[in-house]
């Protein structure tokens, strides 16, 4: 990881909905999901409670491809990546701005559907390495999300529309 980098942005939480893979016109990979992060706290009264926050994940290139071969709703990850900012027109031609952290690394936390953890990384360059740690738990917990960021309208792309790069 790198050390210097003030906008990096780390999550631990599990799919909402499986990668959509998809192509560019050059042939780059790019792959789409949903990742839900929770924090839970008790409140002075002794009250437990929890908040999720939705996050809109891309990954490029070979990380992208193996991010949809590897992963599915429900799997639990840790991504690491940077947050980005884009803004395009709806088909009613209203101006829309969506968040997403787009990754250079993937873990994969969980043990579904085999006994490894997986640890993916990549870069926008293209190139990404899987190493695969047998009998490795992770023990980590998840990364509390300031809510003082402000909200950030977000849409929902439909299957089969494509969102503007």
């Known amino acids: 990881m790198p050390s210097r980098c003030l906008n990096r942005v780390m999550l631990i939480g599990n799919l909402t909905r499986d990668p959509e893979l998809r192509y560019t016109p050059a042939g780059m990979a790019v792959a789409s999901f ?3 992060t929770n924090r839970v706290w008790v409140t002075k009264q002794g009250e437990r409670k929890e908040d999720a926050q939705f ?6 290139n070979k990380l992208a491809e193996l991010c949809s071969q590897l992963l599915s709703k429900g799997r639990r990850v ?3 990546g940077r947050i980005q900012y884009r803004e395009f027109n709806d088909q009613e031609n209203n101006k829309k701005q969506i968040a997403e ?3 250079d690394d993937m873990i994969i936390l969980d043990n579904k559907g085999n006994n490894n953890d997986h640890n993916v990384s990549g870069d926008l360059g293209g190139e990404a390495d899987m190493s695969i740690n047998e009998g490795h738990e992770a023990q980590i ?3 509390v999300i300031p809510d003082d960021l402000g909200e950030i309208p977000v849409t929902e792309d439909k299957k089969g529309e494509e969102m503007p790069f």
């Not at 996050?55 to 490029?60: E, M, N, Q, S, Y």
């Open 34 to 36: 949903g990742l839900a």
């Open 55 to 60: 996050h809109r994940i891309v990954a490029w």
């Open 78 to 80: 840790y991504v690491d």
């Open 141 to 143: 917990e998840d990364i």
């Open 101 to 103: 952290i787009v990754i």
